[in-house]
């Protein structure tokens, strides 16, 4: 039971891992009929700053949101983590999982990826969860198997069914992880999101405006000048994320969970202006179906399709050329324009410059030809 006056606090002795640090609150006892005291600790043990800090985000936000659903103590408590292991389904699990995880801020598109298909398969979304093992996860991605999918598709959809159980089992909700001993399935190197030469990159972009398409060039120009990733990184960006000089993605969208700036180039710059984004509302996505910012955003699939059709016209519709080639490309022309790793390390938001030598050596480009000239003769 929740009372407002009782607001969960966190104690993190500012900062220091050597002390005690515990979440304190208040729950209804039904046997005392009074609030009491408790407290959390066990983020304890954890060692590092970082990982103690993310448990107590966590467990602040699963705590308030236990208390408001009604969570007491005392031998007949209403609820207990707000789901009952004895009586819930594997579907019910996950969408348990995948609620805490939005009530901490964390972002669920990872956790949503086998969430999407469990609802699409019955048998083993309606499976209640204490019978779950081993050879129903198995049965199950066999089953998304033979819809054709890709190796990597697999690998997502295991990885993504063993994140949650993982969470399950830390939650004590179950005791064992049944996707543990599945294995992943070997990915082979492909050139699907091939850079795209000049000469490609202007007939591409003479289709375009041919087409009169200026939404999927401004689009595309968001990939190529800032390194935006195509998917919910760019997908869903809002109009409050462009700022002055920089567009934000946010911790929730980004990559590698972490909020970050990109620099806005004058060439964007020019585009965002013309199209006027930074007059519209700040929560309006800034890419809809009305083809102008507003309250829905555009599908996954808004600009692939659009984008194959350009393809297609140009003679590089072959299942290698994408909308994230835009990326590579941009990184690429970058480089060569500047021969400044830390600048593309920067706007890549890569961690740190090895990264960043070795994407750019992935897409051909050495700068070591000088020096390579100077190996003397066998």
């Not at 009491?36 to 060692?47: D, H, L, P």
Request: charged share 30%; glycine share 6%.
């Amino acid at each position: 039971m929740y009372a407002p006056e009782y607001e969960p606090r966190l104690f993190d002795a500012d900062g220091d891992l050597s002390k005690r640090w515990y979440i304190d609150y208040r729950i209804w006892d039904t046997d005392k009929q009074t609030f009491v005291r408790k407290q959390y600790t066990g983020m304890n043990k954890y060692t590092t700053l970082r990982e103690r800090r993310r448990v107590c985000k966590e467990k602040l936000a699963e705590i308030r949101q236990l208390l408001e659903e009604g969570y007491t103590a005392g031998k007949t408590p209403a609820v207990t983590l707000g789901i009952d292991p004895k009586k819930a389904t594997v579907q019910q699990a996950i969408e348990w999982v995948v609620e805490r995880k939005a009530a901490a801020g964390v972002g669920t598109e990872f956790y949503n990826v086998a969430l999407r298909r469990i609802r699409e398969y019955p048998p083993f979304a309606s499976l209640p969860l204490k019978f779950l093992s081993l050879a129903h996860i198995t049965s199950f991605l066999e089953q998304q198997s033979k819809r054709g999918i890709t190796a990597k598709t697999y690998n997502n959809y295991r990885n993504s069914l063993n994140a949650s159980f993982n969470y399950l089992v830390k939650q004590e909700i179950l005791t064992r992880n049944p996707c543990a001993p599945t294995e992943l399935r070997k990915v082979e190197a492909s050139p699907i999101h091939v850079p795209y030469t000049e000469a490609e990159r202007q007939a591409i972009t003479a289709e375009i405006l041919k087409r009169g398409d200026e939404q999927l060039l401004l689009y595309i120009s968001f990939i190529y000048y800032g390194f935006i990733r195509s998917g919910s990184e760019l997908r869903l960006l809002r109009v409050r994320d462009i700022k002055p000089r920089t567009v934000l993605v946010p911790a929730a969208r980004a990559k590698n969970g972490k909020a970050e700036h990109v620099a806005i180039v004058r060439q964007l710059e020019a585009m965002i202006e013309k199209a006027g984004l930074r007059s519209y509302p700040p929560d309006a996505y800034v890419f809809t179906k009305e083809h102008k910012p507003g309250p829905e955003p555009v599908g996954k699939n808004w600009f692939a399709k659009r984008h194959r059709k350009v393809l297609t016209a140009v003679g590089l519709n072959d299942g290698e050329h994408t909308v994230y080639g835009y990326k590579h490309t941009g990184a690429i022309n970058l480089y060569l324009a500047t021969q400044d790793i830390e600048l593309v390390r920067r706007h890549c938001r890569h961690a740190h410059a090895g990264i960043t030598a070795t994407y750019l050596r992935k897409l051909g480009m050495f700068d070591d030809d000088e020096q390579l000239a100077k190996m003397p003769d066998f």
